[in-house]
């Protein structure tokens, strides 16, 4: 099976090609250049590099959310524009998911984290190789999550960096964490996850939001104000 999965949900972006299971390519940028900018000259190389047509994919995957709105938003755009043009199936992977897929192996409890902001997290939880859901998606705070963990934990993502030191004081040696490389999330883990996952119409895909975007959090609390 010949999967090109592509990720545009955080800072970085990234495109991958799998083909049975093996990874032939994996193109990843995290140089603060837009994603409308980069994802499909990524895509094209990607591609040329790993000597393939859009037309030999079986399927498209991509991250579905959490994540950045506009990311997400251009990542799921440019998936269905593809496969609507080479009429192909697409899988939409949890972005919590891919980056809890970054810390495989390991026997303990995964806690992928997103920067939220308003000291907030995006979260799941996740536990085996076969990343059994122990909690669904959902946003909250940092502190509220640390209160649920009462094991050996380890965290991924982008929301690691600004709460590594709160992690360490508030849990000690049980706050365990990926190497730098293995940080954010990364196509080829949506690639290997969308694998194993069914595929839909491309016109049936949209995106995970969580939560309400700050524009629409303003204008409702606007409106009650009112």
Partial sequence: ???LAIDTASVAASVAILEN?????ELFSD?????SQTIMPMVDQALSMAGKKLSSMDRLAVTIGPGSFTGLRIGIGTVKGLAMGADLPVVGVSTLKVIAHNA????YLIAPIMDARRN????ALYRGENLEEIMPPRALG????????????VFVGDGVAPHRAYLIEAMGENALFVP??????????CAALAETMDAIDAGALAPSYIRLSQAEREY???NQKG
């Fill in 104 to 107: 495989l192996p390991t026997p």
């Fill in 1 to 3: 099976m010949n999967i």
């Fill in 31 to 35: 140089t603060g250049l837009t994603h």
């Fill in 220 to 222: 409702n609390e606007k």
């Fill in 120 to 123: 907030q997290v995006y979260n």
């Fill in 21 to 25: 299971g093996r990874l032939l390519c």
């Fill in 180 to 189: 730098k490389t293995r940080i954010l999330t990364r196509a080829s883990s």
């Fill in 142 to 153: 940092i502190d509220e999550l640390v209160r649920e963990l009462h094991e050996p934990t």
